[in-house]
């Protein structure tokens, strides 16, 4: 795994690393696409771009996905 996770916190640097938190997230908790999709107000194959890290993915649209995976969003300045 390329991405960095300190103490149970993911920084992601890329879009490659939100789309493995996701996936990952998903898997952790036995959900299948569909059910993230349909909570997300998506559809199964954009949420199959999005693990798969697509851009171009609405900010609401990935706040819906993280609500239903229980993922907390942080953010701060960049060091």
């Known amino acids: 795994m390329s991405w960095l996770s300190v103490g149970g916190t993911v920084f992601i640097q890329k879009p490659a690393d939100l789309a493995r938190l996701i ?10 696409q569909q059910d ?3 909570a997300a107000g998506i559809t199964r194959q954009s949420l ?5 890290g697509h851009s171009g993915v609405a900010f609401d649209t990935i706040l819906r996905i993280f609500e239903k995976l229980s993922i907390r969003l942080d953010a701060a300045p960049a060091d």
């Not at 996936?23 to 299948?32: I, P, S, Y």
């Open 23 to 32: 996936k990952t997230q998903r898997q952790t908790q036995r959900l299948t």
């Open 36 to 38: 993230v999709a349909d």
């Open 48 to 52: 199959a771009r999005i693990e798969r």
